[in-house]
Structures are given as structure tokens and as C-alpha cells.
């Protein structure tokens, strides 16, 4: 088929890859011209395990290719998948200025008689493809289209094989011509397809995404209880997790969800429930113990360095998650930021995320030291603490480490280390929610 998807950021270049290596020919466009070129030269411009080879091999079968015109995109597609950001306005509603705008384009460019399957694939409030018809119709009296929604689910960090593997695929519509087209666009992937109307399917996403933001607060709301009686919240968590009806998944203590998802589907999911007058209390507490977490850290740290100035503390992880180098919204920034606004002197490194945490000035480079790898962070430190689980930081010379420490002071910010194995190698070893051993 012939398909066309608007912003290719860490959705939509995915899905547009994805898409093309089931055969079908995809045109992803972009309104940022230097990532259009990136991509046209064959640079990626994000990391994502597996995405650079499926990007090259369907360019080279010409399945795929990158674009800046909407115009250019709508025309060669019988599908149009609209993926472009829904950041959170300042009281946590959805800011939709990006999707009314792709609407209002892709009007612009609708010739009369060529139908459109317009498909809304970021994630956005209940009734949002309401306002998306209106506002074709309102601008292109003569279109003749559909709007479907279809929330995507992948996981940054392993977002090829989400899309290659889903779980599940959600189709909300109310045409039965644009979900059959749905369906022969999935058909290749196998996966078991959920038709629903369009109000549900685009709640799906934000219920999903807070349900599991959900079981991440409930978790660390144990770990807190398990410190203060001297249980050990892995256990817990194995013990609930076993059980199938709650399930392991997400319920790893730590230092709270960040990242550009689950922060911002929480608060829109509140925001949502307010404006149609049913408030999800729920979610505010879930939100509460989530912004704690951070907090509960600092003070541990703070408790054993007492005052933080001049404090030469290394910092292992910047991403919000390991195995992807987006750094929006990331705890470990925060973690990183608290400690320099408190005059720690700051070694940080991550394997990937660097490089963007710089470039969009989320750390201030002049007062964090960001280094190459996680041994020259160590050198010197009073207490290293770890904030994104990348297997890298797994697999470290520890002994190393510990010669390399000025005090051998491990704060463990996602539970990545054993508490023995810690302790019989001579460190300080504080976990989340875990008893030193
Ligand atoms: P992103 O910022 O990585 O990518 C969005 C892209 O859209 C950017 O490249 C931007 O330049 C482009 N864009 C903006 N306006 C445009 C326009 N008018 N025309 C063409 N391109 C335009 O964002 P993302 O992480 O891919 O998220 C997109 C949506 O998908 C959001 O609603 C998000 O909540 C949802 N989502 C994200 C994830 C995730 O893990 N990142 C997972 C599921 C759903």
C-alpha cells in the first residue's frame, strides 16, 4: 500500500520503517528541513536499536524515502498517518496546536474525489478526531476522507521490534472502508487487531499509558514502606509479580517514570477526566509518589554526604530509559540539575543521551562535566549514583570501580546491583527500597 506519515521523530520514522519493511511504500514527511536532509543522506538522526539498517535497506528498495511537503506526501498515499508531538501545556492539558495544524495542511493539499484514510497515530484526548474532521471539512469543503485512530504503542529502546511484534493494534473507527483499509495495512504483522470507535481507541492510549505509570507509583510506594520496615522490595515485587493477574512488568522500584510519555499521558489523562467533569483523583496520587522519588534519593544522598556543595559526585545515566538517547523529561537530568543547583560538582556520563542533553540545554555543560566513559566519572568521586539501568553500567569492572572511588558510596537509583554482591566488594551500597547488606 501506499502510505504517508507526518513527523518522523521517534513515532513516526519508526513506523514509517516499519511500514516499508513489510513491503509497503512509505513517504515520511517532516516540516524540520535539516532532519529531512539527515535523512535523505542516510543519517538517523535518533538512536533506536535496529532502526539504521531497516532505514537503509527500504531506502535502497525504494519502499522508503523522507520529504518536507505535505502536498508531495498526501498525494502518492491512499493512507495519511499523522504522528507529531502533543506536549503538555503549562496545566497539564494536551496542546493540539500541532495536530490542528497537520489538519488544516493536509485540507489544503485534498484534491476533490481522491479518498484519504487520515490516521491519528500520536497520542491525544478522547474526541480529538472529531476536531480533526471538522477542521478538514471546514477547510476543504470538497475532501472526501475518513479519520481513524490508531494509538501506537512502542517503547523507545526497543521501538522496531514493538512495531515488527505488537502486542496488540488498535484501529478506532467508524467507517468500514477506512478499517478494512486499516486492516490490509496491519495484515503483514500478524497481530491480533482491536477495532473500536474512534472516542475509545484514542482513550486506550492515555488509559494504557496511566495504568501502567499506575503500577510504577504502587511500586514505589511499597519501596518506601519495605525501607521503613526493613523488607526488601524486589522480593515484594516477585512475589505480587508472579501472581498472573498483576504480572512482574512495571513493577520495578526506582526513581519514577520520566520520559516524553508517561509524565505528560498522566497529566492530560487528569486534565481530560476534569474537563468532562468526572476527576481521576487517582492519578494525581500516582503523580504525587512519582515526583517524590527523586526527592527521597536526594535526601539518602544528602543524609550520608550531608552538605552537597563541592561534592565530587559521578552520575551514570542521563536517558530516561537505557537503550535510546532521548533525554526529554528524563529523572536523571532532573537528578543531574538538583545536584548542580546544590554545587556538587557533577562527572556525568551515558552511552547515548549526552550528546542530546547538551544540545538542547536541558544540563548546563559548563558546570556538569560530562565524560566518555564510566570509569573517568568515578575517578575521585564521593558517591556515584546510578540513574538509568543501561546494561553498560551492568557490566563494569566494579573492583575497578571501587579503587577509582575517593569513597566507595554507591547510590542505586534502579535497583541494577545486588546488594551482597555490593557489599562484598567493599562499597557503601544504597538501594531503593532494598536493605543494605
Ligand atoms: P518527536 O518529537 O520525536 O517527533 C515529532 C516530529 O514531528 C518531529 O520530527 C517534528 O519536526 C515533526 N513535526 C511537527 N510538526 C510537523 C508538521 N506540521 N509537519 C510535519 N512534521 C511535523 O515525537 P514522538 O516521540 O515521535 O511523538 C509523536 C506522538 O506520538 C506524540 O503524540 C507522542 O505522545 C506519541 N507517542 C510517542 C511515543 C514515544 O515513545 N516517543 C510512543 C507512543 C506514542
Known sequence: MDLCIIGSGYVGLVSGACFAEVGHHVVCVDNDPRKVEMLQR?????????????????VSAKRLRFTTSTEDGVDSSQIVFIAVPTPPQPDGSVDLSF????????????????????????????????????????????????????????????????????????????????????????????????????????????????FLSLKISYIN???????????????????????????????????GYGGSCF??????????????????????????????????????????????????????????????DDVRNSVAIELINRLVAEGAQVSAYDPKGAEKAVQWKLIDSAK??????PLEAVQDAEALLLATEWSEFAAQDLEEVRKRM????????????????????????HAVGRPGR
Open 42 to 58: 542516510g543519517e538517523i538522526p535518533i538512536y533506536e536499536p535496529g532502526l539504521e539498517d531497516i532505514v537503509h535497506r527500504n
Open 368 to 373: 556538569v562535566r560530562i565524560v566518555a566513559n
Open 406 to 429: 575517593h569513597t566507595p558510596l554507591v547510590f542505586d537509583g534502579r535497583n541494577l546491583f545486588d546488594p551482597q554482591m555490593m557489599a562484598d566488594l567493599g562499597f557503601e551500597y
Open 99 to 210: 495536530i490542528e495544524r497537520v489538519a488544516r495542511e493536509i485540507a489544503g493539499v485534498l484534491k476533490p474525489g481522491e479518498y484519504r484514510v487520515v490516521v491519528d497515530k500520536s497520542t491525544v484526548p478522547v474526541k480529538t478526531g472529531e476536531k480533526v474532521a471538522d477542521t478538514i471539512k471546514r477547510y476543504n469543503k470538497q475532501a472526501t476522507f475518513d479519520v481513524v485512530s490508531n494509538p501506537e504503542f512502542l517503547r523507545e529502546g526497543c521501538a522496531v521490534s514493538d512495531l515488527m511484534n505488537p502486542d496488540r493494534v488498535v484501529i478506532g473507527s467508524s467507517s468500514q472502508k477506512a478499517t478494512d483499509l486499516m486492516k490490509q495495512v496491519y495484515e503483514p504483522f500478524r497481530a491480533p487487531i482491536l477495532v473500536t470507535d474512534v472516542n475509545s481507541a484514542e482513550l486506550i492510549k492515555h488509559a494504557a499509558n496511566s
Open 263 to 324: 509524565p505528560k499521558d498522566v497529566k492530560a489523562f487528569i486534565a481530560i477526566s476534569k474537563q468532562l467533569g468526572v476527576p481521576f483523583h487517582l492519578l494525581e496520587e500516582v503523580e504525587k509518589i512519582n515526583g517524590q522519588m527523586l526527592t527521597r534519593f536526594i535526601d539518602k544522598v544528602r543524609s550520608k554526604l550531608w552538605v552537597l556543595q563541592d561534592k565530587k559526585i559521578a552520575v551514570w545515566g542521563m536517558t530516561f530509559k537505557p537503550d535510546t
Open 221 to 255: 510506594a511499597v519501596s518506601a514502606i519495605c525501607e521503613a520496615s526493613g523488607a526488601d522490595v524486589e522480593l515484594v515485587a516477585d512475589g505480587i509479580g508472579t501472581d498472573r493477574r498483576i504480572g512482574r512488568n512495571f513493577l520495578n522500584a526506582g526513581l
